[in-house]
């Protein structure tokens, strides 16, 4: 049974290009989260998608940060000009919404260093 | 704004040991309450979580947690803690809204659990 899989693993890039980061959720889950792991701020919401409604994006930092989710399966988060503290690690969650309070399954996430 | 917190930064247990890791909320109204754990370079996994009913929650790898609606806390509780569960355990909230199961985790800022032989 696969879980939610994040690629690429790791991402190093230079300060002012776009990365794109891919989560897979698992199968059959309508509901996708988009969380960010860093040292002076924890762990932080950016965005969650739920089936076809408008996803909630009120946690993405500034505008330089997009996603989106096509088919309601893979979603990629897109960072336009990177900075410096963007440096993180980016951990994607799925739920099926199944039950409650319904469980978010987290991918192994995605380490990003901006040099 | 809901917000969570966990006062202890690190602790550090013998094997074989007891374990209380603290978890404090604050929020309009009880929300679903979740510890998870971390292992070095692992994504988050789910202990246990809280719903309704039964104030002390059973999980996985022998943890329980207890809510004291009164003192707003959901504290975490191992009777003997192994060298295996050596990890980072994050306390979260997700808004109890209309009962549905959607919604965004808010997470206090950690708890690093360090077992000594």
């Known amino acids: 049974g696969a879980g939610v899989s994040q690629s690429p693993s790791n991402k190093v890039t230079e300060k002012g290009k776009d990365v794109e980061l891919r989560c897979d959720p698992i199968?059959?889950?309508?509901?996708l989260y988009w969380y960010r792991q860093s040292l002076g701020q924890g762990l932080e919401f950016l965005i969650y998608f739920q089936g076809n409604s408008a996803p909630d994006k009120s946690g993405l930092p500034s505008d330089r940060f997009s996603a989106e989710r096509t088919g309601g399966s893979v979603s990629t988060l897109t960072i336009q000009r990177t900075q410096q503290e963007d440096s993180a690690v980016y951990l994607c969650a799925s739920s099926s919404g199944q039950g409650r309070p319904g469980e978010q399954f987290f991918g192994p996430g995605t380490r990003l260093t901006v040099l | 704004a809901q917000s969570v917190t966990q006062p202890d930064i690190h602790i550090t247990v013998s094997e074989g040991a007891s374990l209380e890791l603290r978890c404090n909320y604050s929020y309009g109204a009880t929300p679903y309450l979740f510890w998870y754990v971390q292992s070095p370079g692992q994504g988050l996994q789910l202990l246990l979580k809280?719903?309704?009913?039964?104030?002390l929650v059973q999980g996985i790898k022998g943890f329980e947690a207890e809510f004291k609606r009164s003192q707003s806390s959901f504290n975490l509780r191992k009777p003997s803690v192994h060298w295996s569960d050596a990890a980072e355990y994050f306390c979260?909230?997700?808004?109890?809204?209309?009962?549905?199961?959607?919604?965004?985790?808010?997470f206090g800022q950690g708890t690093i659990l360090t077992v000594h032989p």
């Open positions: 979260a909230v997700k808004p109890n809204a209309g009962g549905t199961s959607y919604g965004k985790l808010t």
């Open positions: 809280y719903f309704s009913g039964d104030t």
């Open positions: 199968s059959g889950h309508t509901a």
